[in-house]
């Protein structure tokens, strides 16, 4: 990966503000395995030469005293001039170690930063760590300005349920808060040219909804690759990247993974969002609501699902929608191929191939959405919506067969006694609205006013990565069209 930060100006600020506050600090900072904390943490650090930097990561899957071990030996490396310390039999003792080694430094005003990285991982059960850290931070440690405690994790909801909402000695101890999202078009974009690769917008956006904006992924990309080859290379050359991916994602972030796995493929075979009732009566792992709630807030906190209730639908619940673009992508196209990528190349006209089947449509078509629900503080600027504008989606499904369903992809419920419905379509050419599409849309809108009973104007806007052609039907329905282009701005 490139040594340049890209984006985070806020996360950058914030720790930067952090460093020399004049009290000691608690930061948690968490996001989805390959997101870029690490790199982020020690880039910033790096670049500071007056402070003490103690950094330490989990190991997964390591035991209770292989975790004490490499913590015991991190002490000796920025403490003791690399000196094999002894190690301790438990956490008390170890953070006791590290205690005293503070106090060795003299200079009073010089920042400590312990940066403790993938703590869950460091967690081991009957440990007492969490118990331990909460000892030493509300007696030792927070009452030295110098010490900047960093707790970082890629398991999001450990972080927010064990320290973040801690109930007890860690409650409201936590100074600053950070969470950690995947980058977006733009910050995509400055990555890769940071990398000395350009490329048009369009293949930027095909980028995107295979990697989901992951730095770590897009990391792999080489210069002088069109998007269709640098997929290629990513998912479909021998024991590929985002073959071997999947299982590691998963598996990293949450204990017994298959059964959030199971939920994930529930809910991805609903593309447009699937209620909590429906999950809980097909899952095979869970069969409680309360445990299920718990997992899909889970889900949640790691960014691969959205929750919301349907415009209007608030007697139904809450319902979740698939937004991790690479989970879809495995799911549509490398699951069904994954033992031949074991043994073989596909090929760089495999991808090529998969372009020109039926499925696709249907994959860049969920893709795209999931990319545009991520980006919707662009497209309500692109609109000059306000910011108090509700959004939402909606979505009709009669019980009878007498009447047809409807389906907005995306709705902004407006404060000017409007509403504008969002038509969202990705094309490899301009989206053309024909005759036949035209009395989608019209029968759309009428079914949205009919079942809502809705007494605000109706706009129509169309989402097209490669834009939209003019007919006598767009003058008529769209009043707004956005482009790619638009997805881009900040």
């Known amino acids: 990966m490139s040594d340049v930060i890209i984006g985070r100006e806020k996360e950058i600020e914030t720790i930067g503000g952090m460093l020399f506050s004049d009290r000691p600090e608690f930061l948690t900072v968490y996001g989805r395995r390959r997101i870029g904390k690490t790199f ?144 977006n078009l733009k910050e995509t974009k400055d990555y890769l040219i940071s990398r000395g690769i350009n490329l048009k917008h369009n293949h930027i956006i095909q980028l995107y909804m295979v990697t989901g904006g992951v730095p770590y992924y897009l990391s792999h990309i080489k210069k002088g690759l069109s998007a269709s080859q640098a997929i290629s290379t990513l998912a479909f050359s021998k024991d590929s990247l985002l073959l071997k991916e999947f299982n590691n994602l998963y598996t990293s972030l949450f204990e017994n993974a298959e059964g959030y796995i199971d939920l994930i493929r529930i809910i991805y075979k609903k593309r447009h969002g699937i209620s909590q009732p429906e999950i809980i009566e097909k899952s095979k792992y869970f069969s409680k609501g309360g445990r299920i709630t718990k997992k899909l807030q889970e889900l949640e906190e ?51 191939m998969l372009q020109k089947q039926p499925s696709w449509k249907s994959w860049s078509g969920y893709a795209f959405e999931a990319l545009c629900f991520k980006h919707l503080t662009q497209i309500r600027n692109a609109l000059h919506i306000s910011a108090d504008a509700m959004i939402d989606s909606w979505r009709y499904s009669p019980r009878g067969e007498e009447k047809e369903g409807a389906q907005i992809d995306l709705l902004f419920d407006r404060n000017d006694d409007a509403i504008t419905l969002c038509e969202i379509k990705y094309t490899n050419e301009p989206f053309t609205i024909d005759k036949n599409i035209a009395s989608t849309i019209e029968r759309k809108a009428k079914v949205f006013k009919e079942q809502t009973r809705t007494k605000k104007q109706l706009f129509w806007a169309v989402i097209s990565a490669n834009g939209m052609k003019k007919t006598t039907y767009t003058e008529k329905l769209i009043v707004a069209v956005l482009v790619g282009e638009d997805l881009f701005k900040s």
Not at 114 to 123: G, I, K
Not at 322 to 329: A, C, K, S, W
Request: hydrophobic residues 40%; positive net charge; charged residues 30%.
């Open 40 to 183: 982020l943490i020690k880039n910033i650090m790096r670049q500071r030469k007056d402070i003490i930097f103690f950094h330490v990561t989990g190991m997964k899957d390591g035991s209770f005293k292989e975790q004490i071990r490499h913590f015991t030996d991190e002490i000796g490396n920025i403490f003791y001039d690399g000196a094999r310390l002894e190690s301790k039999k438990n956490w008390a003792e170890t953070f006791l170690l590290l205690t005293d080694a503070i106090k060795r430094i003299r200079d009073k005003n010089k920042p400590i930063v312990l940066f403790f990285d993938e703590f869950p991982w460091m967690a081991t059960k009957k440990s007492k760590l969490l118990q331990t850290l909460d000892h030493y931070w509300n007696h030792r440690w927070s009452d030295d300005k110098r010490i900047k405690l960093i707790i970082c994790g890629s398991s999001s909801s450990w972080i927010v349920d064990k320290i973040v909402n801690n109930k007890g000695g860690l409650h409201n101890r936590i100074t600053q808060n950070i969470r950690i999202e995947p980058f």
């Open 302 to 352: 790691a960014g691969f699902i959205i929750s919301y209730v349907p415009y209007q639908h608030k007697k139904k619940g809450i319902c979740y929608r698939l937004i991790d673009e690479y989970t879809v992508f495995y799911f549509y196209w490398i699951e069904s191929v994954r033992a031949k990528l074991k043994k073989i190349d596909l090929g760089t006209s495999y991808w090529e």
